[in-house]
């Protein structure tokens, strides 16, 4: 199939940066949106499973975090299907078992049920709908990527502000099971997203080595060796010890302010705040990062932004009062906007085109572990100290912690690295230009002028970042 070639990311193909890209783009803002959005709403159904089954709060809550686990948990997996069948039919088959799941558990008679349905392979359908049109967004955007990031990730926030008051409305018009059967309807549209995730096809040079390109990939389902990349191994860290401390605010703001004694719709609505100011971060962000001076730098733009972001939860365990949460809830909104529209930006740029589908699924991974750990840890520190104080303090050290392992782990242990001439590398980017230049064998010598051109106009090239001291991470 030829899905498989144009998935390993063939070197002639170029990046149209527009076109059929937009269409992608779109694709990729809704998969997100029900990727991140949906765990998160389907909270508005647990009253209604709680009187139903005659069950707990805690009970109710492994569904979200089920969802979330399959999510993260899944991404070798969603990795290995990818390289071998593509991304197109992947999203297909994920949009079938997001609906699927949710229909399911609709009929459920008790929790368990629920776990496995709206839980497990919901889940599964969500994750192998997320990688892969993150994976497409990096092959039709280049020049134009980071805004292309920043706007895909907005639709988090924008499903979260649109699917919470729907599931109520929901919920009081059709209960939970005629609420889940909806839902489910509405996950279908994952299978329309994938429909516009069309491969980029190769030239047609590139077909007289189809088939060994096809044996190649075959081998080598998920890439193991990005871990031989100091600058991924350095990300991976960096991220896991970001997500044990990213997550824990919004869960634990709303109680916060319950327990300052306000009331609950004014407590909720501080969420409200904090996912429209995140709704503007993203794209904007994503349009700093894009500027010809920042992009080379993108790693440092993402270590301010979870410096930014662990600096307000360091303010934010000293707030007093509603004011006080308000001003939280914008400043918070504001770096976690960018910080979700940084992360795969930078990840890209780090490992290039043709082992993002690998990297991006073991990161996954790693991230699986510690958004398990995050929030649960955080609720026991509040039971043993009783103080909301110490839950924002411990997660604003987190991410500060993080930031400054990927800002000081790309400074100090790759920028020396990255100045030795790779005289390998060089003789390979000729033969990427006269692949892309459609150049016979003949024509194949490239003299100095044309070589040191060509170097100077690499970054700008399908996808493709040169290891250099800013952007090798």
């Not at 359908?125 to 993150?134: D, E, K, R, T, Y």
Request: hydrophobic letters at 50%; glycine letters at 10%; aromatic letters at 12%.
């Amino acid at each position: 199939m030829g899905a498989v070639v144009a998935d390993d990311g063939p070197s002639g193909v170029k990046a149209p940066d527009g076109g059929w890209g937009w269409a992608v783009l779109f694709g990729c803002f809704i998969i997100t949106g029900f990727s991140y959005a949906f765990p998160k709403a389907v909270s508005v159904f647990f009253k209604e499973l709680i009187r139903e089954f005659g069950i707990g709060y805690s009970d109710t809550a492994w569904i979200s975090s089920i969802l979330l686990a399959m999510l993260y948990g899944t991404g070798p997996l969603c990795s290995v299907c990818v390289n071998r069948f593509g991304c197109r039919p992947v999203m297909l088959v994920g949009g079938l078992f997001a609906s699927m799941g949710m229909v399911i558990a609709s009929f459920c008679t008790s929790i368990v049920q629920i776990y496995l349905t709206a839980g497990v392979i919901t889940g599964l359908g969500l994750a192998l709908n997320f990688q892969p049109s993150l994976i497409m967004l990096n092959r039709y955007f280049d020049k134009r990527r980071p805004l292309a990031n920043g706007l895909s990730a907005a639709g988090s926030p924008v499903f979260l502000c649109a699917l919470s008051p729907l599931g109520q409305i929901l919920q009081h018009e059709y209960g939970w099971r005629g609420g889940f059967l909806i839902l489910g309807g509405m996950l279908l549209n994952c299978c329309v997203c994938g429909a516009l995730m069309r491969p980029l096809e190769p030239p047609k040079k590139a077909e007289a080595t189809k088939e060994p390109a096809e044996k190649k990939v075959k081998k080598r389902l998920l890439d193991f060796s990005v871990f031989k990349d100091g600058g991924f191994v350095i990300y991976t860290l960096a991220a896991s010890i970001m997500v044990l401390g990213l997550f824990v605010p919004p869960v634990f703001v709303v109680s916060y302010a319950k327990d300052l004694g306000y009331q609950d719709t004014k407590a909720a609505f501080l969420l409200t705040i904090l996912g429209f100011i995140d709704i503007f971060a993203r794209p904007i962000c994503g349009m700093v990062a894009g500027l010809k001076w920042v992009r080379p730098r993108c790693v440092y733009l993402f270590s301010f932004a979870m410096i930014f972001n662990g600096f307000t939860d360091l303010m934010g365990s000293m707030s007093v009062d509603y004011g006080g949460l308000v001003v939280f809830c914008i400043f918070f909104g504001i770096s976690y906007g960018m910080v979700g529209a940084l992360q795969f930006e930078v990840l890209m740029a780090i490992v290039g085109t043709q082992k993002f589908s690998s990297a991006i699924g073991l990161v996954l991974l790693a991230e699986a572990m510690a958004v398990l750990i995050g929030p649960p840890s955080a609720g026991k520190l509040l039971d043993a100290m009783g103080r909301y104080m110490f839950v924002f303090i411990i997660a604003g050290i987190e991410v500060t912690t993080s930031a400054l392992v990927l800002a000081l782990g790309n400074f100090f242990c790759i920028k020396k690295k990255s100045e030795e001439p790779h005289t390998k590398e060089e003789a390979a980017e000729r033969e990427e230009l006269n692949k892309s230049e459609n150049k016979t064998p003949e024509d194949a010598k490239v003299d100095s002028i044309e070589v040191e051109q060509f170097l100077k106009d690499e970054p700008e090239k399908n996808g493709e970042v040169v290891t250099n001291p800013e952007t090798c991470v």
